[in-house]
């Protein structure tokens, strides 16, 4: 039997690390795109996949592809799909389409038809169509279309991988899960480190490290597509489930440190992580980074700084910076300290030497990952 074809999109940056983590579970033929991997694979290294992935956002099923020329064409190759195998006419179900290079004049028309033609088979086969929901599909169907080749996808996950499932305490702008862990393992962290956030907010690094250190699949508390809708048999997911649920480690104090300056920060973090059961594995502070010490004598910080919104204006965010790399300079000898930035003009106001800039994209946002390992007696620049 041939392996089936998938794609996994995932945060521009993290591409090669995610196809080392597919590779781990299973999938071969891995190629990277920008923003994503594809792979061949069983329905296993799917289920896999969903539950496992810590930096993917979504695994796509690749239903078929085919020449276009126009937006018929779309219809067509959608309406010859066996849809009706896959999912029920009574299931909510949303299209959405993306394009690189397409000479068709409106994606909007293009997602009308590529609706159009899978809603007419069910009707046409079935004698009922499934409703639109934009919001909350039971059902997504993603369609890509490249300057002559349209590539129809079945979602196998629902909403995005990274919503775990477990944090409901929400504060502004916060750090996507799938990005935090791309950012632990850029850091080069294993759980064997002691780990420090001292700007946590609503604490995504520490869930995301917490749940690596107790060997705790990222999907396990939450449900995917999968299981309600199309080809992947039920006895694959509970065996995978299954195999997943025993390498849990029980809830244990862990070498992963938070703290905040902000108190209702403080709060929402505590909130998020007694959600998933790790309440008293990360312990918290409300500190000022400024005003504080590192929790152990060497290990490994990562931050997401706060910007002008919590900090006020653009020179408390430069007295800020350099107020920082003092502290580490003077605090934190012996640790590797990572920031995360869009803007490439603050980190210089530290006054450390950069051991390296790693790229990624936070959304839209393009950003670096910033390393200084701090020696004693180094003190940058």
Known sequence: MQPERFFCPCPRGLEAMLAEELAGLGASALKCYPGGVGFRGGWEVCARANLESRLATRVLWHVDSGIYRSEDDLYG?????????????????????????SPLKSLNFATLRVKDGVCDRFRNRMGARPSIDTNDPAVRIHAFLGERELTLYLDTSGAPLY?????????????????????????????????????????????????????????????????????????????????????????????????????????RARQNLAAAGLHEAVPLRCEDVLAGSPPAPAGVLVANPPYGVRLGEAEQLLTFYRALGDVFKKRYAGWRCHLLSSDTALPKHLGLRTSRRVPLWNGALECRVYEYQIVSGKLGD
């Open 163 to 267: 919503k775990r499932g477990y944090k409901f305490a929400k504060v502004e702008a916060p750090l996507k899960e799938n990005l935090a862990a791309g950012i632990l393992r850029i850091a080069g962290w294993t759980p064997d480190q002691a780990l420090f956030d001292p700007m946590c907010g609503s604490g995504t690094f520490l869930l995301e490290a917490a749940q690596i250190a107790l060997d705790r699949a990222p999907g396990l508390g939450r449900g995917f597509a999968l299981e309600t809708s199309g080809p992947c048999p039920a006895k694959v997911w509970k065996a995978v489930r299954a195999a997943a649920e025993a390498r849990v480690q029980p809830a244990r104090p862990l070498q992963i440190f938070g703290a905040d300056v902000d108190a209702d920060q403080v709060v």
């Open 77 to 101: 190759l959608a309406y010859e799909q066996r849809w009706e195998d896959w999912f029920d006419a009574r299931q909510s179900m949303k299209v959405q389409v993306t394009a690189i290079k």
